[in-house]
């Protein structure tokens, strides 16, 4: 059973808008929610983290989480074509870092 | 600064071939070293963790060993490769336990032909 859902598995946004992806996990025993960017053909490089209920914003990135829902949300606003890429939310505890399947983002100009 | 250096970058194999896989982590002692397995298009897939050197870890089951022979060290191998070994091979480090922040290697893109 997958431990991490994202939603949706893929989007457009025109140049300039706003996109807003979803990450929830089934394991309660996760501490950290991280969210990774990977583009095509290279490695995923961590973007922002979030380990307290809230939001943080960094730049044009947003995070939000529920930890009662163990549900985060990453938001970009004013997304570039340079923002195009697959977007993976993470959750962590105990040395196990588990993947969604990430949503694929496609920013057109 | 910390560097992590993964080899090769691409494999072609035969199946029913070995295989082995490094990374080399440096500026960093005593990190926890993860294999993870990603396949065309598809979920990161974590496959072993190691917090110590000669400690592994097994996540999932795919055939595959895994070995920390050193600190900065991580080897990934099997003996006989399978066609759904294919895939792209990640090699990452954290810092410790509390702190999972992954950082990735570039990758070894493996074809079983």
């Known amino acids: 059973q997958q431990k991490v859902q994202q939603s949706p598995e893929s989007l457009i946004v025109p140049e300039g808008g706003m996109a807003s992806l979803n990450c929830t996990s089934s394991d309660r025993n996760v501490d950290y929610f991280w969210w990774y960017r990977q583009h095509s053909g290279k490695s995923p490089k961590m973007l922002m983290s979030i380990f307290s209920n809230g939001e943080k914003e960094e730049g044009r990135f947003t995070v939000h989480l529920n930890k009662a829902s163990l549900h985060t949300s990453l938001h970009i606003r004013d997304s570039q074509p340079s923002d195009s890429a697959l977007y993976l939310c993470?959750?962590?505890?105990?040395?196990?870092?588990?993947f969604g399947d990430g949503t694929q983002l496609v920013v057109k100009p | 600064a910390q560097t992590i250096h993964q080899w090769p970058v691409a494999e072609i194999k035969a199946v029913g071939s070995p295989l082995s896989l490094g990374c080399t982590i440096k500026g960093k002692s005593s990190p926890n070293l993860y294999w993870y397995w990603q396949a065309t298009g598809g979920t990161l897939q974590q496959l072993f963790y190691?917090?110590?050197?000669?400690?592994v870890e097994s996540v999932v089951q795919l055939n595959l060993s895994a070995s920390r022979p050193k600190d900065d060290q991580f080897i990934l191998s099997t003996e006989k490769l399978l066609l759904s070994h294919s895939g792209f091979y990640l090699c990452a480090w954290s810092l410790n336990r509390g702190d999972e922040r992954l950082f990735f290697g570039h990758g070894t893109k493996l074809s079983v032909l």
């Open positions: 993470a959750a962590s505890g105990n040395n196990r870092i588990f």
């Open positions: 190691s917090i110590t050197v000669g400690q």
